[in-house]
């Protein structure tokens, strides 16, 4: 099992920007595909964007193509999502999450394929 621990949320105004990190311990986190999830009041979870284990291979939501970018770096363990031009929209509590099977090339995209999660972090976007 891996753990993970996201950092990077808060309160920033329509059009800035955020980085979120995802800090992963435990199983070797470089083999596993990984992806971020949000969730805002109300509302189920949705994909946001995911990334396979080596980083060739990136997907992302309709919702944030070209506004966000997910990264890894996995000499540092960590995962990151730059969001740019962020929207009201975009508020939500953001989680980073890794695939349960290693050497996935084709990054999923259904949270079903993720077996660990982190905590969350929350991304407050005012007008």
């Known amino acids: 099992q891996v753990q993970l621990v996201e950092s990077g949320g808060g309160l920033v105004q329509a059009g800035g920007s955020l980085r979120l990190s995802c800090a992963a311990s435990g199983r070797a986190f470089s083999s596993y595909a990984m992806a971020w999830f949000r969730q805002a009041p109300g509302k189920e979870r949705e994909f946001v964007a995911a990334?396979?284990?080596?980083?060739?291979?990136?997907t992302e939501a309709d919702s944030v193509k070209g506004r966000f970018t997910i990264s890894r770096d996995n000499a540092k363990n960590t995962g990151y999502l730059q969001m740019n031009s962020l929207k009201v929209e975009d508020t939500a509590v953001y989680y980073c999450?890794?695939?349960?099977?290693?050497?996935?090339?084709?990054?999923?995209?259904?949270?079903?394929?993720?077996?660990?999660w982190g905590q969350g972090t929350q991304v407050t976007v005012s007008s």
């Open positions: 990334i396979n284990w080596n980083g060739g291979r990136t």
């Open positions: 999450a890794c695939h349960y099977a290693p050497y996935v090339d084709l990054p999923p995209r259904l949270a079903a394929m993720f077996g660990s």
